[in-house]
């Protein structure tokens, strides 16, 4: 199912997503499935409480058979760990096109790139995937994103357009007919950027200022943010952590804009932390794999205590001789 976007960053899209499905990314896709969906609006759809937010699956190992069997779940989106999975390339190109072929549009791929190289961001772009960028802790690091990801100077984008990834009159055919390809894919494609240090959370607001009609999302990268100022764990109630997180709520407020990150563990864990957020990290690879493999081994060990069976062996043959 296509539908034309009317807006570069959210619009009337409740409607058509409703009548998809209540979790059904089919409402946002473009006309072809290697093109992104329409992520921008999408996001900013589930800021606004057109549709629930963003439930997302966060695949952390270079495993394109796992990406086969989630993309069929119905997970709004499936992001691809590139910056911490040992991946090159063209595995992160056909696991991109995986999610999205095999889900038929239900799911959308996205990609948390490794850095911020001009020529990664094009490359994940290319996929038809929608971007996480992490570690952004100023307002250059944010331009150089922006311009990196958008065609067309008239935006200051820098881009490069691939001839051979949309056909002509097969798959360039664009969500809005009364712009060009390059521009509705410059619509279309949403751009999420990680602060993970209290520096960058500092900057968030001259970032957002600067840049903010071009990022859909900012994720705190609370790991990251509480190694860098000698924290323990990936959360905590420390005053000077609190006072990041406080920083953080208070800028995207004042931005509006949608906030992104984990949510994970039993159902009030979720529903906490996942409070107020449109992209919404709901589980993982391996996390699930870890709490699975856990939980079986500690059943195993419960109804399988040592046995000597050796002498139950000689017992029963001691029995049979007689």
């Known amino acids: 199912m296509a539908t034309n976007g009317t807006s570069a960053n959210g619009s009337a899209n409740g409607t058509a997503h409703a009548a998809a499905a209540p979790t059904d990314m089919r409402a946002y896709r473009a006309p072809s499935l290697l093109q992104p969906h329409r992520a921008r609006d999408a996001l900013r759809d589930a800021h606004e409480g057109k549709i629930p937010p963003l439930q997302v699956y966060f695949l952390m190992l270079s495993a394109p058979s796992i990406i086969k069997v989630i993309a069929q779940v119905g997970y709004d989106v499936i992001l691809i760990d590139q910056e911490h999975s040992p991946m090159d390339i063209g595995e992160m190109t056909r696991m991109a096109h995986d999610i999205q072929l095999v889900s038929e549009g239900r799911t959308m791929a996205w990609i948390r790139i490794c850095g911020h190289d001009h020529a990664n961001i094009g490359y994940a772009l290319d996929t038809g995937a929608s971007i996480m960028v992490p570690q952004v802790e100023t307002v250059e690091d944010a331009k150089h994103i922006v311009s990196a990801a958008k065609f067309g100077k008239k935006i200051n984008g820098t881009r490069s357009a691939p001839p051979g990834r949309w056909l002509p009159g097969i798959s360039d055919v664009g969500t809005n007919s009364e712009l060009t ?30 840049c ?9 990268g609370s790991l990251d943010c509480r190694v860098s100022m000698g924290l323990p764990g990936f959360w905590g109630e420390e005053p000077e952590f609190m006072e990041v997180i406080q920083t953080m709520n208070k800028t995207l407020r004042k931005h509006d804009m949608p906030y992104a990150g984990a949510a994970m563990g039993t159902p ?10 449109a992209f919404t990290a709901v589980q993982g690879d391996v996390f699930s794999l870890l709490a699975s493999a856990v939980e079986n081994l ?25």
């Not at 751009?191 to 970032?207: F, M, P, T, Y």
């Not at 529903?271 to 107020?276: C, D």
């Not at 399988?304 to 017992?315: D, E, I, Y």
């Open 181 to 210: 390809l390059w521009e509705n894919l410059n619509n279309q494609a949403a751009i999420i950027i990680q602060v993970e240090s209290k520096e960058a959370v500092d900057n968030l607001d001259a970032i957002l200022t600067e």
């Open 268 to 277: 009030e864990q979720v529903k906490a932390m996942g409070a107020g957020k």
């Open 298 to 322: 500690t059943m195993a060990r419960e109804v399988m205590p040592a046995v000597n069976t050796s002498a139950a062996n000689k017992k029963a043959n001691e029995l049979d001789a007689k």
């Open 212 to 220: 903010g009609e071009h990022i859909d999302a900012v994720w705190l």
